[in-house]
C-alpha cells in the first residue's frame, strides 16, 4: 500500500491556500520513529492528535502486516476524525480505530505517535494515560512546531516518563521522545467554582475550569426568559457554563448542548452532573449542528471560536452563523457573543435576520438576532 501525504485534505475542516493537512511537524515526527514503527505490528502503534490523518497514514504505510488489528488513533475534534476517515478511505485503508481518550486506546501500546496540544494540561492527561496503561517499553514521539512549544512541556512529560530525549529541529519543527513510564493516572476533571456554579474541565477544553471574559459576557446577557417552543441550543458549548446555566435558571428547561472536541463534550458532561442539571442536558460531540433538524430550535446561545487550530480565521463564525439560521424555527432567537473588532452583526444580519445589540464592552459585543 503505498499513501501520498500530499493528497491529504482537510475537508470538512475548513480549506483554503494557506490552510495545509500536513506539516513539517508531521513528516518528522513519522521520520523519527520510523525505526521503533518498523518492528512492531500496526495494534501496538497509537497515534494522538493526528490533525487530518498524516500521522495514521504515514505509519499505515510503513507497517507490516498485522493479523488485522488495527492502529488505535484518537483525535479532539470530530472535524480531524472524519478527515482521517475521508482521507483513509480514499487510499483504501482501513486497518484503524478512532477511539476516546481512555485506557483501551493506550494498553499495552509500543509506540505512541502524538501531535503536542497547545495546553500543558491536556498534555499532562495524555501523557499520565499512557503512564499508566502503555507498555513498560513503550517510546512517545510527540512533536510540533518550535513555535508553539515551551520547555514547560519537556517537564510535564518528565512528570510521567524517566527520559526525555530533544532532537534536532528541522523545517521550524521538533520531537520529543519520552520513554521510562512511571507515575501513571487517568484524566480526572479539574473543578472550580464561579457565581454558584461549579466548572468541570478535562486538560483540553478551551480556558479550563475558568469562565473566559467572553463567555462571562454571555452569561451576563443571557434573555430572562428563555422560550420553550422548540429545541434550546449551547451551540459550542466547551465545558457547558452556559448550558448549566439556563438549566439552572429555568427550572423546567432542557438544553441540547453540542461541540465538536472530545475533551469539551466530556467536560461538559461532568459540569452538568456536578451542578444536578444533568438529566435535563444532553451534551453531543457534533460537527456543528449536523444532527438538529431544520427549523427546529427556539433559542440558540453562541460564543464562538475565531482559530482553526493554531491559525486565526474570519471564516468560521460565519459558517455556525448558517448552520444555526438553518436550525432555528421562523422568529427563534441567536443569541452571540463576539470581538467587537471582528464586526459580525452585517453577517448576522444577512445570514439570519434582524439582529439588535444586547450589551458591549470593551471587548466585546452581544448581540441578538431573529430568524427571518
Known amino acids: 500500500m503505498t499513501i501520498s501525504l500530499d493528497t491529504l485534505r482537510r475537508w470538512p475542516d475548513l480549506e483554503g491556500p494557506d490552510l495545509h493537512a500536513v506539516d513539517a511537524a508531521d513528516r518528522l515526527i513519522l521520520d523519527e520513529s520510523a525505526p521503533a514503527r518498523d518492528v512492531f505490528s500496526p495494534h501496538e502503534i497509537v497515534v494522538i492528535g493526528d490533525n487530518y490523518g498524516a500521522l495514521t497514514l504515514g505509519a499505515a504505510k510503513a507497517a507490516p502486516r498485522s493479523d488485522g488489528r488495527r492502529i488505535r488513533v484518537h483525535q479532539d475534534p470530530l472535524t480531524g476524525e472524519r478527515a482521517l476517515a475521508t482521507n483513509a478511505a480514499n487510499a483504501g485503508f482501513d486497518a484503524f480505530q478512532s477511539l476516546p481518550l481512555s485506557p483501551d486506546l493506550v494498553r499495552d501500546a509500543r509506540v505512541v505517535l502524538m501531535r503536542l496540544p497547545r495546553a500543558l494540561e491536556a498534555l499532562r492527561d495524555i501523557a499520565g494515560l499512557v503512564a499508566a496503561h502503555a507498555s513498560p517499553d513503550v517510546v512517545v514521539f510527540a512533536g510540533g512546531r518550535i513555535k508553539h512549544?515551551?520547555?514547560a512541556m519537556?517537564?510535564?512529560?518528565r512528570?510521567?516518563?524517566?527520559?526525555?530525549?530533544v532532537t534536532h529541529a528541522r523545517q521550524k519543527s521538533r520531537v520529543l521522545i519520552a520513554r521510562g513510564p512511571h507515575n501513571g493516572r487517568d484524566p480526572?476533571?479539574?473543578?472550580?467554582?464561579?457565581?454558584?456554579?461549579?466548572v468541570c474541565a478535562y486538560g483540553g477544553a478551551f480556558a479550563g475550569a475558568s469562565i473566559d471574559i467572553g463567555t462571562r459576557f454571555l452569561l451576563e446577557n443571557l434573555p430572562a426568559e428563555t422560550p420553550i417552543d422548540g429545541t434550546v441550543i449551547d451551540f459550542a458549548c466547551g465545558t457547558g457554563i452556559v448550558a448549566t446555566t439556563l438549566a439552572l435558571r429555568h427550572s423546567e428547561l432542557e438544553v441540547y448542548a453540542c461541540d465538536q472536541s472530545y475533551a469539551a463534550v466530556a467536560s461538559a458532561r461532568e459540569t452538568a452532573r456536578a451542578n444536578s442539571v444533568d438529566q435535563r442536558i444532553n451534551v453531543v460531540r457534533d460537527d456543528m449542528l449536523a444532527s438538529q433538524t431544520a427549523g427546529s430550535a427556539s433559542f440558540i446561545a453562541l460564543n464562538p471560536p475565531f482559530h482553526v487550530g493554531a491559525a486565526l480565521s474570519e471564516h468560521i463564525a460565519p459558517r455556525m452563523f448558517e448552520d444555526a439560521a438553518r436550525v432555528l424555527r421562523p422568529g427563534g432567537e441567536l443569541r452571540v457573543v463576539w470581538n467587537s473588532p471582528l464586526q459580525y452583526r452585517a453577517a448576522l444580519e444577512r445570514i439570519v435576520g434582524p439582529t439588535r445589540q444586547i450589551a458591549r464592552n470593551s471587548k466585546f459585543t452581544v448581540t441578538s438576532s431573529l430568524k427571518r
Open 149 to 151: 512549544m515551551t520547555l
Open 159 to 165: 512528570e510521567h516518563f524517566y527520559t526525555v530525549d
Open 188 to 198: 480526572v476533571p479539574r473543578r472550580a467554582a464561579h457565581d454558584g456554579i461549579t
Open 154 to 157: 519537556n517537564e510535564v512529560l
